[in-house]
């Protein structure tokens, strides 16, 4: 089972940019693909970005399309989110998650991380 942390949120400005980091536990972190949710308040916890196992193929949200970019290091264990040219309605808890045996299996799920956009 890996255990996810995520780290980087913070409070931006419209137009800005954060880089979001999630660092995984274990050995096996290139055999999971990798995923970035985001729950805004009275909202539904909704897809954000993904990453195969390698980083070959990514895929986003049409909202996020050509301003996030998901992006893997497997030698540290760690994906990452940047988000770029920020709008308030990106103001979220963002959450890592993790897919098992090349994303065909389990799913965990780190704490999350808030991000605020100011208008």
């Known amino acids: 089972q890996v255990q996810l942390v995520e780290s980087g949120g913070g409070l931006v400005q419209a137009g800005g940019s954060l880089r979001l980091s999630c660092a995984a536990s274990?050995?096996?972190?290139?055999?999971?693909?990798m995923n970035w949710f985001r729950q805004a308040p009275g909202k539904e916890r909704e897809f954000v970005a993904s990453?195969?196992?390698?980083?070959?193929?990514?895929f986003y949200a049409d909202s996020v399309k050509g301003r996030f970019t998901i992006s893997r290091d497997n030698a540290k264990n760690t994906v990452y989110l940047q988000m770029n040219s920020l709008k308030p309605e990106d103001t979220a808890v963002y959450y890592c998650?993790?897919?098992?045996?090349?994303?065909?299996?389990?799913?965990?799920w780190g704490q999350g991380t808030q991000v605020t956009v100011s208008s």
């Open positions: 998650a993790a897919d098992s045996n090349y994303g065909l299996g389990s799913r965990y």
């Open positions: 990453s195969t196992w390698n980083g070959s193929r990514t």
């Open positions: 274990g050995r096996t972190f290139n055999t999971y693909a």
